[in-house]
């Protein structure tokens, strides 16, 4: 488990680093505007699993997503005018939305809410943003903890949480972006036709 300050060596080198870990199947812990995300290739069923296994999750629970942009989101999302207008609005920013795959086979590479729905933000945190803008695809971004414990808000935090655990239950890599500000979550919204309906109220007030 390696761990990398974006504070203290050269921020691009990072970048590339904890790009490599995702290109290569690997899992990441980074942060994110709300807490620190556990991260990895959404298409990679592998990293996937890892990721279920190193949060002690159900693997029938969905893992939610950070894009790089809203026309990254639409590349592989339908957007319905409301859920365009509220990201137009809300996005870099807490709100995560829950989208269908403009193409069906997307489905079985990502992975998504019991009734087909992926969750998706864009993230005001600048380090997540350009993550996934340089991977070029979204990536996963749940909460970098054992289910049930409380959410990390720094690398240290993070190191607590599997530093007990043999290698391959830890991230391989850590990237420190310092200690975040405590915050309530992202709000979750999903739409019926053109309504909004608030899943899980956060921090963000619609």
Request: proline share 6%; with cysteine.
């Amino acid at each position: 488990m390696q761990v990398v300050s974006i504070n203290n060596v050269d921020y691009q080198r990072v970048l590339e680093k904890a790009i490599e870990v995702l290109k290569s199947g690997g899992v990441i812990a980074y942060p994110t505007e709300t807490t620190y995300g556990l991260g990895c290739d959404p298409r990679n069923h592998a990293a996937l699993d890892r990721i279920y296994r190193l949060k002690e999750r159900d693997n029938g629970k969905a893992l939610p997503l950070i894009a790089c942009s809203m026309e990254q989101v639409e590349k592989l999302f339908k957007l319905t005018p409301k859920a365009k207008e509220l990201a137009e609005e809300y996005w870099p920013g807490p709100l995560t939305l829950l989208l269908e795959p403009a193409d069906m086979s997307l489905r079985k590479f990502m992975p998504v809410f019991k009734d087909g729905l992926t969750a998706v933000r864009v993230s005001s945190n600048q380090f997540a943003s350009e993550l996934a803008c340089v991977f070029g695809f979204p990536i996963v971004a749940t909460s970098a903890n054992i289910s049930g414990d409380p959410a990390c808000l720094s690398a240290a935090q993070v190191m607590g949480s599997f530093m007990h655990r043999e290698s391959e239950g830890r991230p391989d890599l850590i990237v420190d972006g310092g200690e975040l500000e405590p915050s309530e979550p992202s709000t979750i919204v999903k739409f019926e036709g053109n309504d909004a309906k608030i899943v899980r109220q956060g921090a963000i007030r619609i």
